[in-house]
């Protein structure tokens, strides 16, 4: 896409998610012990030096960030697919659009493959390119309101499908159920029954075993480059969204961000107060879902099984409220041009959306696997978002420095230039030189 055809909004809101979508992957890269998906126990069982920041930030993490970057980045994405699509379709034909756009995300496919064989096992670009082969283009010319209907029913039954499955919640619902029934008991000065006892006393020594491997020693150690390739690691990653169902979430959201493109939702085309209603509402509904959740959770102990359902049963549900109105707010900073030079810092991120992407994959795995700069497990939670704003830092002056220079990011111009199989010129024309 041209710089003359790009979308203002679209790029800002991109580079927000992409940005914010480290501040939970960043976990992952670092070995930080989990429960429950993204609850750090280390929060509540081993806190360290500053538990009370630790805590600030676990909240501060599922209030704004679990989940509601990768919805935002996914929506964006099926926007953008159909930009390329209506513009490519009114220039050059159906036959042409349909050619360039399965081409791209076959490339795509490649580009997520080797980055989860390759780099990380955490990628998502292979479940966007898979998506949108299956399912974008013949959606492309439904009406909006009805693309996010769809899309958005789509990501709430499918997505809580596959979270249940991937996160066995119906397995861990009656152990959590025993678990609470026997603290209780145990509250009111009563005797718990046998089974309450048995599942108390797991839930304990679940916890006395995993407060051990917190406390235990992390090995400094850098892994050589070929000892720590993540291809079988991926492979078990793609077969797990597949089998679970959970790939149906990013179904769901790349057909709601076409419908929400045509509605002029993405576009900021809507009114201040439809954004600031979206605002509101959605984190009217998440919010309590979240903190009482966490209430619940802190309640019995953070344990796997409480944990886990009082968390990851609801969760589709807050992710997509909390999504929408994370993105209406930010499009209420772009309709009013407000904080204009964060807007632009975001704007370079998002054009280069798919460097930042990858070269954060390769930084992150840099410093705490290749290099073992900072050893996996080492950091307490606060101390991982230190990480997480120099990892932004460069996002963002990367990202400045060569768009000052150049017209695509450089994986964005391999990637045009594969799909269009012509070299793009990556000089802007102003700067060309004869």
């Given at each position: 896409m041209s710089r003359s055809e790009r979308v203002p909004s679209l790029d800002v809101l991109r580079g927000a998610a992409l940005l914010g979508i480290l501040v939970i992957n960043i976990q992952s890269f670092a070995?930080?012990?989990?429960?429950?998906?993204?609850?750090?126990?280390?929060?509540v069982a081993f806190a360290g030096q500053r538990p009370v920041l630790n805590a600030a930030v676990m909240v501060l993490q599922w209030?704004?960030?679990?989940?509601?970057?990768?919805?935002?980045?996914?929506?964006?994405?099926?926007?953008?697919?159909?930009?390329?699509?209506?513009?490519?379709?009114?220039?050059?034909?159906?036959g042409t659009a349909a050619d360039i756009f399965h081409r791209r995300n076959l490339w795509l496919l490649l580009f997520g493959t080797l980055h989860g064989t390759l780099i990380w096992n955490g990628d998502v670009l292979f479940f966007y390119a898979s998506v949108a082969l299956l399912a974008l283009y013949p959606l492309r010319h439904l009406a909006g309101k009805w693309l996010v209907g769809i899309g958005l029913a789509v990501a709430l039954v499918g997505g809580t499908f596959g979270v249940w499955t991937a996160m066995d919640v119906a397995t861990a619902w009656p152990v959590a159920q025993l678990e609470e029934t026997a603290h209780d008991a145990m509250a009111k000065?009563?005797?718990?029954a046998k089974a309450q006892a048995e599942a108390l006393a797991?839930?304990?020594a679940e916890r006395r075993d995993q407060i051990a491997g917190m406390k235990a020693a992390p090995t400094p150690a850098a892994r050589a480059y070929l000892d720590s390739i993540p291809a079988a690691a991926y492979r078990g990653f793609v077969t797990a969204i597949f089998t679970s169902g959970w790939i149906l979430e990013?179904?769901?959201f790349l057909i709601a961000g076409m419908g929400l493109f045509k509605t002029g939702f993405l576009t900021g085309r809507l009114s201040s107060a439809r954004y600031v209603a979206i605002a509101v509402l959605g984190y009217a509904l998440a919010f309590p879902i979240?903190?009482?959740?966490?209430a619940h959770a802190h309640r019995y102990g953070f344990s796997s099984a409480v944990t886990t359902v009082a968390m990851m049963a609801p969760y589709e549900l807050q992710t997509i409220a909390a999504s929408l109105?994370?993105?209406?707010?930010?499009?209420?900073?772009v309709r009013h041009g407000t904080m204009l030079p964060v807007q632009r810092a975001l704007a370079a991120v998002g054009r280069m959306a798919l460097t930042n992407y990858i070269?954060?994959?390769?930084?992150?795995?840099?410093?705490?696997?290749?290099?073992?700069?900072?050893?996996?497990?080492?950091?307490?939670?606060y101390q991982l978002m230190l990480v997480v704003l120099s990892v932004w830092a460069f996002n963002i002056a990367f990202s400045l420095v060569w768009l000052h220079f150049f017209h695509f990011g450089p994986l964005e111009w391999l990637w045009r230039s594969l799909t269009y199989w012509k070299l793009q010129p990556m000089l802007p024309t102003r700067r060309r030189f004869a």
């Open positions: 070995g930080a012990q989990t429960v429950a998906f993204n609850v750090p126990l280390r929060v209030l704004f960030f679990e989940g509601k970057m990768r919805a935002l980045f996914s929506m964006l994405f099926g926007a953008g697919a159909l930009v390329l699509l209506t513009r490519i379709e009114q220039r050059d034909g159906a000065g009563e005797r718990p797991g839930a304990q990013t179904l769901g979240i903190l009482g959740g966490l109105a994370d993105a209406a707010v930010i499009l209420l900073l070269a954060t994959s390769a930084i992150c795995t840099g410093i705490f696997t290749w290099t073992a700069t900072l050893p996996t497990g080492t950091l307490e939670h």
